[in-house]
């Protein structure tokens, strides 16, 4: 079987391509599962309710996430209302919403998912390794399991990886918006990469107008980031998955909008 996963959507140009992109490439493609993080779609930041419908009606099945995903407070009004809106699962005890779902496709093939969250020049919150032994425990009726880990951290990303061989079939990074090229299947058949891109402008700095982030950097004084809006792409990867769980591709997909 075929799955599609779409690095961070930001803001309204990378929802856009997502509407506009996505039935094409689910019918030359041939997919059968499509994933996609969203805690960029609201504006850069965030997520409403009305997004998440746009999302789901764009022939999303799943909804992955991180940090940002509290970032429109609303939220917490609605991030339990949807089985397939993950939050990272090794938040504490009580957050809303849940960090892993067991769905499946059209053809009827159980498809666990998984979203954490990375540690390092991050919130110190629980373990995400010791998330994922819960995780996938709770998902054993999955022989399929990817794995979202949103981390700053490549070391973090690649650790968990190989952590997880063989007993999942895809550890797919996010956060940093950039598209690494360093797609591999380890040997006991995990399909991983470091960062599986950004759904959203390239000529920007990842995903926000250049200017405004430059003079950050600069004057180290707060400024408003906007969306930027040129060279927009639609980014992720096609995982090829066998029965038994195993992957046996992984492909990247970097394809222009406008």
Same mark, same amino acid.
């Given at each position: 079987?075929?799955?599609?996963?779409?690095? %961070?959507?930001?803001?309204?140009?990378?929802?856009?391509?997502?509407?506009?992109?996505?039935?094409?490439?689910?019918?030359?493609?041939?997919?059968?599962?499509?994933?996609?993080?969203?805690?960029?779609?609201?504006?850069?930041?965030?997520?409403?309710?009305e997004i998440i419908q746009e999302l789901y009606a764009a022939n999303i099945d799943v909804l992955t996430s991180g940090n940002h995903i509290w970032d429109?407070?609303?939220?917490?009004?609605?991030?339990?209302?949807?089985?397939?809106?993950?939050?990272?699962?090794?938040?504490?005890?009580?957050?809303?919403?849940?960090?892993?779902?067991?769905?499946?496709?059209?053809?009827?093939?159980?498809?666990?998912?998984?979203?954490?969250?990375?540690?390092?020049?991050?919130?110190?919150?629980?373990?995400?390794?010791?998330?994922? %032994?819960?995780?996938?425990?709770?998902?054993?009726?999955?022989?399929?399991?990817?794995?979202?880990?949103?981390?700053?951290?490549?070391?973090?990303?690649?650790?968990?990886?190989?952590?997880?061989?063989?007993?999942?079939?895809?550890?797919?990074?996010?956060?940093?918006?950039?598209?690494?090229?360093?797609?591999?299947?380890?040997?006991?058949?995990?399909?991983?990469?470091?960062?599986?891109?950004?759904?959203?402008?390239?000529?920007?700095?990842?995903?926000?107008?250049?200017?405004?982030?430059?003079?950050?950097?600069?004057?180290?004084?707060?400024?408003?980031?906007?969306?930027?809006?040129?060279?927009?792409?639609?980014?992720?990867?096609?995982?090829?998955?066998?029965?038994?769980?195993?992957?046996?591709?992984?492909?990247?997909?970097?394809?222009?909008?406008?």
């Amino acid at each position: 079987m075929k799955i599609l996963f779409i690095g %961070d959507i930001v803001g309204k140009p990378g929802r856009l391509a997502v509407r506009e992109l996505l039935p094409g490439i689910i019918e030359q493609q041939g997919i059968d599962l499509v994933i996609a993080n969203c805690e960029n779609a609201a504006a850069g930041f965030g997520v409403t309710a009305e997004i998440i419908q746009e999302l789901y009606a764009a022939n999303i099945d799943v909804l992955t996430s991180g940090n940002h995903i509290w970032d429109k407070k609303e939220v917490m009004g609605f991030i339990d209302n949807y089985e397939t809106l993950l939050r990272p699962a090794n938040y504490p005890a009580g957050t809303p919403g849940r960090g892993s779902v067991l769905t499946c496709t059209e053809g009827g093939i159980p498809v666990g998912i998984i979203n954490l969250q990375g540690r390092i020049f991050m919130n110190p919150i629980e373990c995400p390794f010791r998330a994922a %032994d819960r995780e996938i425990e709770k998902l054993k009726k999955a022989r399929i399991i990817i794995v979202d880990i949103h981390a700053e951290a490549s070391s973090e990303k690649i650790a968990l990886s190989w952590y997880l061989d063989s007993r999942v079939s895809a550890v797919l990074g996010t956060h940093t918006h950039v598209q690494t090229a360093d797609e591999r299947i380890l040997p006991g058949g995990t399909a991983c990469i470091t960062d599986a891109g950004m759904t959203g402008p390239l000529d920007s700095v990842i995903g926000m107008q250049k200017d405004a982030v430059v003079q950050r950097f600069l004057l180290q004084i707060p400024n408003k980031f906007d969306v930027a809006k040129n060279d927009v792409r639609l980014q992720g990867v096609i995982l090829e998955i066998s029965p038994e769980g195993s992957s046996r591709g992984i492909e990247r997909l970097n394809v222009p909008f406008r």
